[in-house]
Structure formats: C-alpha cells, structure tokens
Nanobody, 126 residues
Framework: QVKLVESGGDSVQAGGSLRLVCEVSGYPESVSNYCMGWLVRAPGKEEKVATI??????SYSESVKGRFTIAKDNAKITLYLEMNSLKLEDTGVYYCAIDEAVVNDPLNCDPIYGYWGQGTQVTVSS
C-alpha cells in the first residue's frame, strides 16, 4: 500500500519561509522511473506548483518560480519543497503526489495522476 505523508505546514508571515517534507512508503522498489510533485488547493484554486522527474529535472508554475525549490532523496523516496518569500496567495493545503513515468521517457509523467498524500496546511498572513 502506497502512503504519502506531508509535514512542515505552518502559519507564517508574508516574506517568511517554510520547508515541506513528504515521506513515501510502500512504493514498489522495482519502479525507479517516477516523478513527484507538490500541488496546492485553496478556495477557487488548484495548482501544480512544482514537479521533479527521475532524471532530476524540475518544473515550476510561474507563480512560484524563483521562490520555491523542489528536491528529493531517492534513497528514502522523500520529497521536499523549500518555500521562500512567501506571499498571501501561497496559502492553501499542499499535497505531494507520485506517479510512474512512461518507460524510457522520464519526462512523460504527471504526479497528479498517481498517489496523493493527505496534505499539510500553509497559511501566509500579512
């Protein structure tokens, strides 16, 4: 059974920083070609903010580019999101997700179609 557990969410002031962590368990060891990502949900908003692929490449939404950094620890299948210069509009529940990529095509992968965690709340106030 695949399980994703997020942590690190908190209430911070605008301009502050947070580090989110997502620990994955139960993912098949035979699958090494996967992607992981962070998604945020808030009233009126659902956005994929960052994705990391099995080849190490990353992608970000325009709203977080330059402020957020996604990283992973392959050995433990742990995903991180460093969030800097937080803005009010970053408020929401942040979910991590993981999905298997197409064989021999690591960039052909979208975590939103895979397993999700339960989310961690990030609240940014002025």
């Amino acid at each position: 059974q695949v399980k994703l557990v997020e942590s690190g969410g908190d209430s911070v002031q605008a301009g502050g920083s947070l580090r989110l962590v997502c620990e994955v368990s139960g993912y098949p060891e035979s699958v090494s070609n996967y992607c992981m990502g962070w998604l945020v949900r808030a009233p009126g908003k659902e956005e994929k903010v960052a994705t990391i692929y099995s080849d190490g490449s990353t992608s970000y939404s325009e709203s977080v580019k330059g402020r957020f950094t996604i990283a992973k620890d392959n050995a433990k299948i742990t995903l991180y999101l460093e969030m800097n210069s937080l803005k009010l509009e970053d408020t929401g529940v942040y979910y991590c997700a993981i999905d298997e990529a197409v064989v021999n095509d690591p960039l052909n992968c979208d975590p939103i179609y895979g397993y999700w965690g339960q989310g961690t709340q990030v609240t940014v106030s002025s």
